[in-house]
């Protein structure tokens, strides 16, 4: 007799439980602003743009830790990202309201030479998983997010290739992105396909275009949502 198919439910933050967790930030950024202490007036600040990024753009906790103040390029607007576990490093694009949490960041930040990591911890080692996860607790403690969903990498499956299907994107490029850029038959694809980056930035053009929305990236997959996902973040 065949044994039955497990069905797993996927955690992921809704919309409105984003908000709220950017709305705890801000509210710490506010009350801390008198703060004596220079890294704590500095920290929220940083705090706010780690979460934005992260949820943009699905970086996982490694990959916060290990961008550098070179992965920024402030005239272009993009953000390169080296992705980890066979993911596929690339530049993003970066758009008002990720832009405004990075430079008010920024303005906090010390060092900014080249190599410094762009989201520093008190050590000034770039932030680190486990300090990742102290956060999420705090500000989704505060937020009232359950605890269960209280976690730095949610959201990693089929519902954001479903979503891309729903809004018009063809099978094959949704289950490209789900799968983070690695088809079976990558190696045969004709000769016409174009690069990643090349159909990665197509597609995001294309249906930022039709749906008058951005295109939000979670864990390497496109969720297609008004813009901004999550509420003013300024």
């Excluded at 202490?37 to 753009?57: H, S």
Aim: proline share 6%; aromatic share 6%.
């Amino acid at each position: 007799m065949p044994s039955k198919r497990r069905i797993e439910t996927i955690q992921y933050l809704t919309g409105e439980e984003m908000k709220a967790l950017l709305a705890a930030i801000r509210r710490e950024i506010r009350a801390k602003s008198n703060s004596p202490r220079a890294d704590t007036r500095r920290n929220v600040y940083r705090d706010r743009a780690v979460f934005t990024l992260a949820y943009r753009y699905g970086l996982r906790a490694e990959e916060v830790g290990r961008l550098r103040m070179a992965d920024y390029d402030a005239s272009a607007r993009k953000l390169f990202v080296t992705r980890v576990k066979n993911g596929i490093s690339r530049h993003y694009p970066l758009y008002d309201d990720e832009l405004t949490a990075l430079r008010a960041h920024l303005r906090k930040c010390g060092d900014d030479s080249p190599e410094a990591p762009l989201f520093p911890s008190n050590r000034g080692t770039g932030i680190d998983r486990k300090m990742l996860h102290v956060l999420m607790r705090r500000y989704g403690g505060i937020a009232g997010i359950p605890v269960a969903k209280q976690m730095v990498e949610l959201s990693r499956h089929g519902k954001k290739e479903l979503a891309a299907m729903r809004a018009g994107m063809d099978p094959i490029t949704a289950r490209q992105y789900r799968r983070e850029g690695k088809l079976p038959s990558e190696k045969r694809r004709p000769r016409a396909w174009r690069t990643r980056d090349d159909r990665f930035a197509e597609v995001w053009d294309e249906v930022a275009a039709r749906l008058g929305a951005t295109p939000v990236l979670l864990s390497n997959h496109v969720l297609l949502t008004k813009r901004p996902p999550f509420g003013e973040i300024s």
